[in-house]
């Protein structure tokens, strides 16, 4: 019978024989300093959805701040509640936090009453020129709103529109949400992050926690409601990684070069997987690897080399700002602000990106990444560096390395807990 009072109990029952009363006022702060460093994210995500309902003048942007900031509020003061209440205020605030910063406004900007952002037009174009000339990019284009500057991967996601569109649906049917790029988008994202943490055997009960902190927080949640077009990015650089990391080669390869099919950006992970290999591999697994990811990129990007003006204008000279049509992504990052001073301030900003990659390449070297982890710790850093540096940009393009930081912090946790209770120890 005494074997099964539960721990917390027992310890109770032997303090109140020994006399050792325990002050009612120091267990209850004992138990809500527990989860206050959660309570304080929600309350820092609420500050930020409130200053971008103040600053932003998107539509989508102030529908999901309105949301937000009351999931946000919600889950902070349930955050906060005495524990002497017996309700499971830490799973309500999760629960309360992802409804009001994903679900509701996620389903109501899929409603079509509220203004779309340019970038679903352009997937969903992609999608349609892609299934009727094999090209996803207009000929020629000669303005902003012609311009694809994805690689043929995206207009994937803008096939089931287009699908929807030809097989004869009412416009107006509940069907044809069906076919908006954010919702596969958004799945891509989760299903990489669910597929990272099953390859790696992550303990789903603490990766569940940051999980839920991390889809919920305002750069992930915003991006997931009103554009989306990051995230199958950042997804399928996860699984490609996760997998390379548990010696599943082709797996990882064909992922990873999905995402660079998507954005050539994603070219910059290439490298710390390559080291990841060598590193933790014998030589004919990093061979398979190469093989592999040279022959995948080569299928997902044919579309591109069906139309290599077309591509080099909208792909590579467009996002860049080099190209005849000005890009709109002029958000203030470090290096817009230091490319708006002239040819002065853009060579001091290649020089510091310069530095950053070389940066890197040493820390690479010195310290070559054998795991999961480190491996995509090193490809956030690479990804924050060109993200803040880049001479164009918006704040949205930091979610990538935001999701490989926050996975690769779930590992690193996880692998932690595994090595503790190997130990003999039991983590709190």
Request: with cysteine.
């Amino acid at each position: 019978m005494a074997d099964d009072i539960r721990p917390d109990r027992a310890e109770t029952i032997e303090s109140v024989a020994d006399g050792r009363h325990r002050p009612r006022c120091g267990e209850f702060l004992r138990r809500t300093a527990r989860h206050r460093p959660e309570a304080l994210a929600y309350l820092a995500f609420g500050v930020t959805a409130y200053i971008l309902f103040r600053v932003s003048g998107l539509d989508s942007h102030i529908t999901w701040a309105h949301s937000a900031a009351i999931g946000y509020g919600t889950a902070a003061g349930l955050s906060m509640m005495p524990a002497s209440m017996r309700v499971p205020r830490v799973r309500l605030a999760r629960v309360a936090a992802v409804t009001g910063a994903v679900l509701v406004p996620f389903v109501t900007l899929l409603t079509g009453h509220h203004q779309m952002q340019d970038e679903i037009a352009v997937v969903s174009r992609s999608g349609n020129l892609l299934l009727t000339h094999g090209i996803p990019y207009v000929h020629d284009a000669t303005s902003v709103t012609d311009v694809n500057p994805y690689l043929p991967v995206m207009a994937v996601f803008g096939l089931p529109a287009a699908v929807l569109t030809r097989s004869g649906l009412d416009p107006q049917s509940a069907w044809q949400i069906v076919g908006d790029p954010r919702i596969w988008c958004a799945a891509i994202a989760i299903a990489g992050i669910w597929g990272s943490i099953r390859l790696l055997r992550v303990d789903s009960r603490s990766a569940s926690h940051v999980a839920v902190l991390l889809i919920a927080s305002p750069t992930i949640a915003l991006e997931m409601c009103a554009s989306g077009v990051d995230l199958p990015l950042a997804g399928l650089l996860l699984f490609g990684l996760a997998a390379v990391a548990t010696r599943r080669p082709r797996m990882g390869a064909i992922a990873i070069a999905a995402a660079v099919a998507i954005k050539w950006v994603a070219l910059l992970s290439v490298p710390i997987v390559i080291a990841l290999l060598v590193t933790r591999f014998p030589r004919a697994v990093t061979l398979r690897f190469a093989g592999w990811f040279a022959t995948a990129t080569a299928v997902f990007g044919l579309p591109a080399f069906l139309s290599v003006s077309d591509t080099i204008a909208q792909v590579l000279e467009f996002p860049t700002g080099r190209g005849p049509i000005p890009t709109p992504a002029h958000s203030p990052m470090p290096g817009v602000l230091l490319a708006s001073f002239g040819s002065a301030g853009r060579n001091a900003d290649m020089i510091l990106l310069v530095a950053c990659a070389i940066i890197l390449a040493v820390c690479v070297l010195r310290r070559p990444p054998r795991s999961f982890s480190s491996a995509a710790t090193f490809t956030a850093a690479g990804f924050t560096c060109f993200f803040l540096l880049a001479p164009v940009g918006r704040f949205g393009y930091l979610l990538v390395p935001m999701m490989l930081f926050g996975v690769a912090f779930i590992a690193q946790r996880s692998a932690a807990s595994r090595q503790l209770t190997t130990a003999g120890v039991t983590m709190p």
